[in-house]
């Protein structure tokens, strides 16, 4: 499974971006799609969860407390593909964003893995 972003990019503060997320390889039975990010100085520290969608529970959406409001989570199971919206760009949404795909391999047994992007760096200049 190969996961390709796109549409990171220099913005001013209040500005928007639109990141999109395509999933490829074996991706019949993706389960949850989302956006988490990372700034360089917690490099090695868990990358922060944004936001979320479970395409096994009616398209449920997770969003972290400092984007609610601002970020906007949309996907499609069938393209597994994930947009993430974003509006009102603070200066402390500058971070590298990450894709993460959960997906159900496995057939007598059956386990979720998770895959990650390359990564895509947004800057939200004051």
């Known amino acids: 499974v190969q996961l390709v972003e796109s549409g990171g990019g220099l913005v001013q503060a209040g500005g928007s971006l639109r990141l999109n997320c395509a999933a490829s390889g074996d991706t019949g039975r993706i389960k949850t799609m989302g956006w988490y990010r990372q700034t360089p100085e917690n490099q090695h520290e868990p990358r922060d969860l944004v936001a979320s969608i479970n395409f096994t529970s009616g398209g449920m959406t997770n969003y972290a407390d400092s984007v609610k409001g601002r970020f906007t989570i949309t996907g499609d199971s069938a393209k597994s593909t994930v947009d993430l919206q974003m509006n009102s760009l603070k200066p402390e949404d500058t971070a590298v964003y990450y894709c993460?795909?959960?997906?159900?391999?496995?057939?007598?047994?059956?386990?979720?893995?998770?895959?990650w992007g390359q990564g895509t760096p947004v800057t939200v200049s004051s």
């Open positions: 993460n795909a959960g997906i159900v391999l496995g057939r007598t047994v059956e386990y979720i893995a998770y895959y």
